[in-house]
């Protein structure tokens, strides 16, 4: 199993140059395409007496910023031309809804993390392209180290979102040194979590993926706590998990897990829906 194309998308106004050669890595890595998306929507919304006000942008805005997608792509291009192929993708829109949609040509897409206070049009909310894409998302830090495989930490739970997780993983698992599977419940659940822990790592195995260990830790404190200090404990250098969520009255709601590995893990994760 492989990647035959993935999807990066590319700020605007946030230096991005690690997670760029991250996925210019990647995509070498598994002789991919690449894809890179940039967006930025032109209309500024504004409260005025509790209702939103719409700024028509102006013919010069329209211009600057398509003379900036333009620098942008040629660089990107020029980075890439080593690539077996690379793309470049921009619209005059919200990033979050260019990249959910243009996730239909790629298998893996590449994002930054969440960032609470981000103006609206500049706005790339992960959690949101997790929820609309159909892909696999991997989430970036803003500042990260080469993503070697040496060890990558399976956070284990009988989930649908789980299981998709694991098989979406499976081209990343099988180039990794070693793989942990990793569940953090609760004392009354632990002979059933370890029934589970070794089903998941009998099918990885079946796959070809070499597991180290499984591990079974009884939550102490919130669990997404727990599975960062195992990470780092662990010297990890990817999360797969599967990524839970919904949307109320147009406000995204994420489970706590999801939240912290969107917005605060220190590696890179992989989330499935």
Not at 47 to 67: H, I, K, L, M, N
Not at 74 to 81: D, E, I, M, S, T
Not at 188 to 198: C, F, M
Request: with cysteine.
């Amino acid at each position: 199993m492989s990647f035959a194309a993935m999807m990066v998308h590319l700020d605007l106004e946030r230096d991005c140059e690690q997670r760029v050669q991250l996925a210019l890595d990647l995509a070498d890595r598994f002789q991919a395409a690449l894809i890179g998306v940039a967006g930025l929507v032109l209309r500024p919304v504004f409260a005025a007496g509790g209702v939103a006000v719409y700024g028509e942008p102006s013919e010069q805005d329209c211009r600057a910023v398509t003379a900036r997608f333009d620098e942008m792509g040629r660089k990107f291009r020029a980075q890439g031309q080593h690539l077996k192929q690379i793309e470049w993708r921009t619209a005059l829109e919200l990033p979050s809804d260019l990249v959910a949609r243009e996730a239909r040509a790629a298998d893996l897409i590449i994002v930054g993390p969440r960032h609470a206070g981000r103006p609206p049009h500049d706005l790339v909310e992960p959690g949101v392209i997790l929820l609309r894409a159909g892909r696999p998302i991997l989430v970036v830090p803003d500042v990260i180290t080469p993503l070697h495989l040496r060890r990558v930490v399976v956070a284990c739970k009988d989930t649908r979102e789980c299981r998709r997780a694991v098989r979406d993983a499976l081209p990343f698992l099988l180039q990794a040194r070693e793989v942990l599977v990793v569940e953090i419940g609760e004392e009354a659940s632990k002979s059933q979590d370890k029934t589970n822990l070794a089903d998941v790592r009998r099918y990885l195995e079946r796959h070809g993926v070499i597991v180290a260990d499984e591990i079974w830790r009884r939550a102490r404190g919130p669990v997404a706590t727990e599975l960062l200090e195992l990470v780092r404990a662990e010297n990890a250098d990817l999360v797969v998990a599967g990524g839970y969520g919904r949307s109320r009255l147009g406000e995204w709601i994420f489970g706590g897990v999801t939240h912290e590995l969107l917005s605060s893990s220190p590696v890179c994760c992989m989330l499935s829906h």
